[in-house]
């Protein structure tokens, strides 16, 4: 690692006065994407801590970030409203549950509502 700021992704150790010590990096490996039939998702409405709007949350996506990324741009666009995808869950604005469900399915993945 080449950058200034390579110490922000040390592992443990922050200073060692051992000549020989070379630093610990943590490398994200994302996981890899299964396939849709594989995919286990869960469709749930919450409203915790998000000022009382209420916004169906997919959890159970197991996959790389791009993935994720292009499910939630299709759950968003196929509903018509707005969203958000971090942490592994899709956030998508509003309760909406049946048409995300309906549009799952469609897609080949295995959902269920909560």
């Known amino acids: 690692?080449?950058?200034?700021?390579?110490?922000?992704?040390?592992?443990?150790v922050i200073y060692s006065t051992n000549s020989d010590f070379t630093y610990a990096y943590?490398?994200?490996e994302e996981a890899?994407?299964?396939?849709?039939?594989?995919?286990n998702l869960r469709i749930k409405m919450d409203n915790a801590g998000r000022a009382g709007k209420q916004v169906t949350?997919?959890?159970?996506?197991?996959?790389?970030?791009?993935?994720l990324e292009s499910l939630t741009k299709l759950l968003k666009t196929k509903c018509g409203v707005g969203?958000?995808?971090?942490?592994?869950?899709?956030?998508?604005?509003?309760d909406v549950r049946d048409k995300v469900l309906a549009v799952l399915t469609k897609e080949g993945y295995k959902a269920r509502k909560i």
């Open 1 to 12: 690692m080449s950058k200034k700021n390579d110490w922000k992704n040390r592992e443990g």
């Open 26 to 28: 943590t490398h994200n």
């Open 32 to 39: 890899e994407t299964l396939p849709p039939a594989k995919q």
């Open 57 to 67: 949350l997919v959890t159970g996506f197991i996959g790389a970030a791009a993935d």
């Open 83 to 94: 969203g958000s995808a971090k942490d592994g869950e899709i956030l998508i604005q509003g």
